[in-house]
């Protein structure tokens, strides 16, 4: 079953494909996005990565949680739903 990761601290200069790059080191990801300003098109600093499994989630947390990723220190922990506003 699919796991989608939370990933925040990440330089503005991280892409939706360098971001699927990097963590296709852990496991299969099914999916990746590198949030960004509706009005300015930049990164808020922050995304979501979808991995194949649970394992292969659980191994991209080891694996990046704390790590240098583009010169930032990036934060990896498991999504939660989006609260309503």
Known sequence: MEKKLYVGNLSYDTTTDSLKEAFSQAGTVEDAIVISDKMSGRSKGFGFVTMATEDEAKAAIEM?????????????????????R
């Open 64 to 84: 990046f949680d704390g790590k240098e990723l583009d010169g930032r220190e990036i934060r990896v922990n498991e999504a939660r739903p989006m609260e309503p």
